[in-house]
């Protein structure tokens, strides 16, 4: 499954691909601060929205990724874009990376809609008039699900963190950049505890089955790619 084009003297630290994702994704931010001061929120029109909301287009289960919510946001997912990212565009070659990223991303995606069916689907009937949001407000079922909305890249981070786990498992990645973990053991600590996070239901505001999903949706493409092409 390499690319005929790797080899260890062209190896990149910044491949055209995850370079340009981190820019994008970097002036999209920065775009839409600067509109959201304006009263234009771009997440509402290119967020990942409940597939039975008003505000739902298919276009927002790819562009959800490129929109995240402040710096922080920001600045993890890219990092863990590029930390991961580039070892595996080297050796894939740009084309089949954006395949599995492409793939990653809408497995998240398709995981999100998938939980909030299971999450809010009651809402759809008339089981219940409206939805207790705190503070003894209650929001029409109708206007809760259009407020339903999900931004970042972790979906494809989940995915290049456990396609680099798959293929390097006994590497070493530095926990809080001191403490060294092999790759199979951080892959699947993290997988744990987001599956844990998933079941408990914690409210973090976090996408937990969405990080699992493109994790999933990941390993499976590399699983299929194994089979018909020779590492």
């Known amino acids: 499954m390499y690319d005929n084009n790797y080899s260890p003297q062209r190896f990149q630290l910044l491949p055209p691909v995850c370079k340009h994702l981190l820019i994008i994704n970097t002036l999209l931010f920065l775009l839409s601060y600067v509109l959201q001061m304006r009263g234009i929120r771009l997440d509402n029109v290119f967020g990942l929205h409940f597939f039975a909301s008003d505000n739902f287009h298919i276009w927002q289960l790819v562009t959800y990724s490129l929109f995240h919510a402040n710096f922080s946001h920001l600045f993890f997912n890219m990092f ?48 219940y008039s409206g939805v207790n949001i705190g503070n003894g407000h209650i929001v029409e079922n109708k206007a809760f699900l259009n407020t339903l909305n999900t931004i970042g890249a972790s979906g494809i981070c989940f995915g290049l963190l456990a396609v680099f786990g798959l293929m390097f498992p006994n590497t070493y990645v530095y926990f809080y950049f001191l403490i060294p973990i092999k790759t199979k053991w951080f892959v699947l600590g993290y997988m744990t505890i987001e599956l844990f996070n998933g079941v408990v239901g914690t409210s973090d505001g976090v996408a937990h089955f969405a990080h699992l999903g493109g994790a999933l949706a990941g390993l499976l493409l590399v699983l299929y790619w194994r089979k018909r092409i020779r590492y």
Not at 86 to 113: D, H, P
């Open 80 to 127: 863990a874009i590029w930390m991961f990212g580039y070892t595996l565009e080297n050796i894939w070659g740009s084309k089949r990376f954006i395949i599995y990223i492409v793939v990653a991303c809408l497995g998240a995606a398709l995981m999100q809609e998938l939980t909030y069916w299971f999450m809010y689907s009651d809402l759809l009937t008339d089981k």
